[in-house]
Every structure is written in structure tokens, then in C-alpha cells.
């Protein structure tokens, strides 16, 4: 009993930080769908929710060739407890909590306890994964599966795997891809263990027969599986010149150093340089993993146009974590030297989350908490649209504010504004949010466009226009 109240005595800020991390997630409950959470949370759910769950297989418009799990998940919790923000939040606590036992085995396991509360800091602060859960995202749950799964294969509870894999099915290709990370990996700590691969790939199995179900009836249906011609994303999975992969390669490698990252990298390649030799018969498999997870995430991105968003590399921003956390552990260098370095890693993560680029750049807004002002900004613009009379069909926008606020805000009405013409609106409303919109914002500035509402709040603003309809096209 004694040493019991001494364990949860020396534990007790790790269950602190943990009890804030899921406070400061809370805090954001009322929080609307944002970025492509909408398409593949709230679209989905409300097809399912509003059809009684009559069809299973989504219509072209809004099918992106992946296992609509996420939908299906929230449809059914709105179905038992209503459809509200508030519940659709609550539904990725237990997948918060499942990322947070597994990122706290795994440092407990690899970590002396005086560095405890540092490395889960740097877990739990990492900017895309804490963006991903303030957010009604499926990537909640991609992450916590594969958190998850990694601490199945350093505990040796291979009895989970096929959980861990089904659940990363659910989420479609990228789950699968997943799914091929933790298989390889496993397999390969298993040879290097000369452990049994068939009891490995069993676990595969039920993952196997399910994929071959879903997508071989899907294509039954409808004459096409992963993507087709006609698909709104269809641009996004077109194929690139070879030549391009160099361009495509060099993004990849910003979304690994962007939001603070950078530092991050820069300890792993010193710790790998001043550990020698020592590192390869002791860290290795967590290398492997590294580069496992940049391997098979890089060869289904890098040949098409458009899959090169930061949230699709979150394994390998967990990956890299860890091993920098295990390369620290086993360096031999001053104890002050690797508390400093933990620290410098947790503040280059918090900085990250106010990096705002330029508005001539494209910002991964969903992957860092910068995104966040732009709630309130939106509702006090559309506050001032709404006392002035402005029709906001009237307003064009662009993404991410093209939804009705019935998919965004899941609320009774169908407020939107329409999809940008500058033939057509008189009223444009632009904020940085909108990626695509740069060209806009520098004729607008060119053209002395008058100004009827702005606001800026962290680095993020918005504006609305009124063009000024004397000027040629």
C-alpha cells in the first residue's frame, strides 16, 4: 500500500498535465467543423444521420473513395444523444484519452522519470496532432490507433494489433496506410528477434477480408474504387511528371520542419551523430520506425497533385518524437544538457502554433492552433453582414467558409455565402484563411477596393469588400 501512495505521489504532475491537456481540449467544444473535417465529418454524418441510415454507400458528390467510418460514428452518436457540437466533441474524448494512456506508457517505458512531464509535453503540444484534437477531425482517431498500436508492439501485446487495424481501416486509405507502417515495422523487429511472422501477419487478416469486402463491393456499385474521373477530388489524385516529384519531395519535407519541427530534426541528427555507433544496436528499431512511417507516407503522396497536407505525416511527427525522446535518453551527455533540450523541443512546438506565413503562401491551417481566431472573426463578420441588410448570397467567398452553417455549426438554418465570382458579387469577403484567394487580396489592395468590415485577431484576418463594379474585368 506504501509503495502504492509513493507511485501515484511521484506521478501525480504527469496526472495534472494530463487533466489539463483534457480541460484545454474542452475548452473548445462548441468549436464548428473546420477545413476538411466538414467533408469528411459533418457531410457524411448528416447523410447517414438525415437518410435514417437507409443507404450505405455515399453519393458520388461526396464520396472520396474512403470507408466513411468517421461518419458513420457520428451519425450514430447524434442518432443516441442528439445532434449538437457539443456531443460530436465528446464522441473523440475516449480516442483523446487512448492517445494520451498510449504516449504515457511509452515514456514511462523509455524514459527516467525525472523527464516525464518534458517528453509527454512534446507529445501532447506537437502542433498538427494538438490541432487535430481541438478539431471534430477522424485524424483524432488515426492518431490514437497508432499511438496505440505502437505501444502494442513495444509491450508485446500483439493480442490488440487487429484492433489497432481495423479501427485504422475505418479510416480509410490513409488508416491503411497506417496499418502498413505498424505491420512492417513489427515484422521487422521480429526478424531482428527471430520471432514467428505468421502469428504477425494474422493479425492482418480480419483488415484483409474487410478491405476486400468494402472496396470490391464498392466497385460493384459504382464501376469505380479509391478515385474516379468525375470526382470533386479528382484533381487532387491526378498524377504528376516525374520531374515534379523533386517539388513534391521538398514539400514533404517542410510539413516535417514547419510549425517549429525544424528543432525537432536538428537534436535527432546531433544525437545520432554524437551517439556513434552506439545508437544502432540500441535504437534502431525506433529509426526504423522514423523511417518506415517518411517511406510508405512519401510513395502513396508524392506522385499526385494534392495529398501533401501536414495532418496526412502526423505518424511520422510521432515517430520522430519518440525517437528523439529514446536517442536523449541514451546520449551521453549531462543530465541539464537533455532537460535543456526537452525544454527547447516543447517551446519550438508551443512557437508554432503562432506561426502565420504570408498571405502569397499556403498555410496548413487546420495543423496548427492559428487557425483558431478565425471562428470569432467569422461570427462578427457575419454579424455585421446581417445588421447592414447584406443578402449573403450576395458575398463570395471561398474555402473553408463555403458551407451552410447547418453542416459547419450543425444549426437549424442554411446560412452561407456563395462560392466567389468576381463577375457576379458585388460583396467579398476574404480572410488569409483563404488559401486561394492571395491574387484577390493584391488587386483588391491594387484597386484601392473599398473596405466596408476588417478585423484582425493573432495573425489572422478577415475582410469585406465591396468591389467596385466601374472596373473592367
Request: aromatic letters at 18%; hydrophobic letters at 50%; proline letters at 4%.
Amino acid at each position: 500500500m506504501a509503495t502504492k501512495r509513493a507511485h501515484i505521489h511521484t506521478q501525480w504532475p504527469v496526472l495534472l498535465l494530463f487533466l489539463l491537456y483534457i480541460l484545454f481540449c474542452g475548452f473548445h467544444f462548441y468549436d464548428p467543423f473546420f477545413w476538411d473535417s466538414v467533408q469528411l465529418g459533418s457531410k457524411h454524418a448528416h447523410f447517414y444521420f438525415e437518410s435514417n441510415f437507409k443507404h450505405f454507400f455515399l453519393p458520388n458528390e461526396i464520396n472520396s473513395g474512403h470507408f466513411p467510418g468517421f461518419g458513420l460514428y457520428l451519425a450514430f452518436v447524434w442518432k443516441i444523444f442528439g445532434k449538437h457540437l457539443l456531443v460530436s466533441h465528446l464522441a473523440l474524448v475516449p480516442f483523446i484519452l487512448l492517445y494520451v494512456f498510449a504516449v504515457w506508457r511509452l515514456v514511462t517505458k523509455y524514459m527516467p522519470r525525472q523527464y516525464h512531464v518534458f517528453a509527454l509535453g512534446i507529445f501532447l503540444c506537437e502542433p498538427t496532432i494538438l490541432a487535430q484534437c481541438q478539431q471534430l477531425s477522424p485524424d483524432v482517431i488515426l492518431i490514437a490507433a497508432f499511438a496505440f498500436g505502437v505501444y502494442a508492439i513495444s509491450y508485446r501485446k500483439d493480442r490488440y494489433l487487429w484492433i489497432v487495424y481495423i479501427l485504422l481501416f475505418f479510416l480509410g486509405m490513409r488508416g491503411l496506410a497506417s496499418v502498413g507502417i505498424l505491420l512492417f515495422w513489427q515484422a521487422l523487429r521480429s526478424f531482428q528477434s527471430k520471432s514467428s511472422l505468421p502469428t504477425i501477419f494474422k493479425n492482418l487478416i480480419p483488415v484483409l477480408l474487410l478491405s476486400l469486402l468494402f472496396y470490391g463491393l464498392h466497385y460493384l456499385h459504382f464501376g469505380w474504387a479509391f478515385f474516379h474521373d468525375a470526382s470533386p477530388w479528382e484533381e487532387s489524385f491526378t498524377f504528376i511528371s516525374p520531374l515534379s516529384y523533386i517539388k513534391n519531395a521538398g514539400i514533404i519535407a517542410w510539413r516535417h520542419l514547419d510549425f517549429g519541427r525544424w528543432i525537432l530534426w536538428l537534436f535527432i541528427l546531433s544525437l545520432l551523430f554524437i551517439s556513434k555507433r552506439r545508437w544502432r544496436t540500441e535504437r534502431v528499431p525506433f529509426l526504423s520506425l522514423v523511417l518506415m512511417a517518411i517511406s510508405i507516407l512519401s510513395l502513396i503522396t508524392i506522385p499526385f497533385s494534392g495529398l501533401l497536407q501536414h495532418r496526412y505525416f502526423m505518424p511520422v511527427y510521432f515517430s520522430a518524437s519518440l525517437l528523439f525522446l529514446l536517442l536523449l535518453q541514451g546520449a551521453e551527455i549531462k543530465t541539464q544538457i537533455k532537460q535543456l533540450a526537452l525544454i527547447a523541443v516543447l517551446l519550438s512546438f508551443l512557437s508554432g502554433h503562432l506561426w502565420v506565413y504570408p498571405t502569397h503562401i499556403a498555410q496548413g491551417w487546420d495543423s496548427s492552433l492559428a487557425y483558431r481566431s478565425s471562428f470569432s472573426l467569422m461570427d462578427e463578420a457575419k454579424a455585421f453582414i446581417t445588421k447592414n441588410n447584406i443578402d449573403p448570397h450576395s458575398v463570395g467567398t471561398s474555402f473553408p467558409f463555403l458551407n451552410s452553417r447547418k453542416i459547419s455549426h450543425l444549426e437549424a438554418n442554411h446560412y452561407s455565402y456563395s462560392a466567389i465570382d468576381l463577375s457576379k458579387h458585388a460583396y467579398i469577403l476574404y480572410s488569409n484563411i483563404n488559401n486561394d484567394l492571395d491574387v484577390l487580396y493584391n488587386r483588391a489592395a491594387r484597386e484601392a477596393w473599398p473596405i466596408l468590415w476588417q478585423k484582425e485577431k493573432r495573425g489572422v484576418f478577415v475582410i469585406l469588400y465591396k468591389r467596385p463594379l466601374s472596373i473592367p474585368e
